[in-house]
C-alpha cells in the first residue's frame, strides 16, 4: 500500500512555496505507514503537491505554476515496484496554457 501526501508550501528544497509529496508505504493491511521518500519538481515549480494521484506505480503530482509560466501543471513520476523509488519522467503542461491557469 502506498499513500501520497502533497504539501504544497513546504519549503524543505529551500525555495518558499515550491512545495513536495510525502511518498508513505506499508507492508500489510494491518501494517503501519513509514515514510519512504519526499517528492520535488525537477525545476521550480509553485505549490507542488497542490494535487497528488496513484494509480498503480505511476504518481501524477500537480502544481499551480511553474518556472515558464504562471500556469498549471502536472508532473508523472514512475517506479519499478511498489516498494522502489519514485523517478520524475516528465512534465505535462497545456500546449495553450496561459498564466493564470491554474
Not at 18 to 41: K, P, W
Amino acid at each position: 500500500d502506498t499513500a501520497l501526501i502533497g504539501a504544497r508550501y513546504d519549503d524543505d528544497n529551500g525555495i518558499t512555496n515550491s512545495g513536495s509529496v510525502y511518498v508513505f508505504t506499508r507492508s500489510s493491511v494491518d501494517g503501519i505507514f513509514t515514510q519512504q521518500s519526499q517528492l520535488y519538481a525537477n525545476d521550480i515549480g509553485n505549490q507542488f503537491g497542490i494535487s497528488v494521484s496513484l494509480y498503480g506505480n505511476t504518481a501524477l503530482i500537480g502544481a499551480k505554476s511553474s518556472s515558464q509560466s504562471n500556469a498549471g501543471s502536472v508532473y508523472a513520476f514512475t517506479r519499478s515496484s511498489a516498494d522502489g523509488p519514485f523517478t520524475e519522467q516528465s512534465k505535462i503542461h497545456a500546449n495553450d496554457g496561459a498564466e493564470n491557469d491554474y
